[in-house]
């Protein structure tokens, strides 16, 4: 499997976390799954994917991810910050 292709993996992962994430209650879950929740954590791996070239077309696809990523986040922030 060449590199280019290990990175769509990877991103297809991601994004079918992201999409996952999008839809969960996350504030509801527990503490020892914290880590598959946090935003933090996919995006230091979606960092680490493309990390040396990548084509236009996968580097479009991590910005696509990392602004759905950025939104996730904003919720998670409005939800601690309320009562």
Same mark, same amino acid.
């Given at each position: 499997?060449?590199? +280019?292709?290990? @990175?769509v993996?990877e991103?297809?992962? $991601? @994004?079918?976390v992201?999409t996952r994430?999008?839809?969960?209650? $996350?504030?509801?879950?527990? !503490? @020892?799954?914290r880590? $598959? ?10 960092? +680490?994917?493309c990390?040396?070239? !990548? !084509?236009a077309q996968?580097?479009?696809?991590? *910005?696509e991810?990392? @602004?759905?990523?950025?939104?996730? !986040?904003?919720?998670l /922030? /409005?939800? +601690?910050? *309320?009562p």
């Amino acid at each position: 499997m060449s590199i +280019d292709e290990l @990175e769509v993996q990877e991103l297809l992962h $991601i @994004e079918a976390v992201l999409t996952r994430l999008e839809n969960l209650n $996350i504030a509801g879950c527990t !503490s @020892e799954h914290r880590f $598959i929740t946090d935003p933090a954590y996919w995006h230091r791996r979606l960092m +680490d994917t493309c990390a040396g070239g !990548s !084509s236009a077309q996968l580097i479009t696809k991590k *910005q696509e991810l990392l @602004e759905r990523l950025s939104a996730i !986040s904003h919720r998670l /922030r /409005r939800m +601690d910050a *309320q009562p």
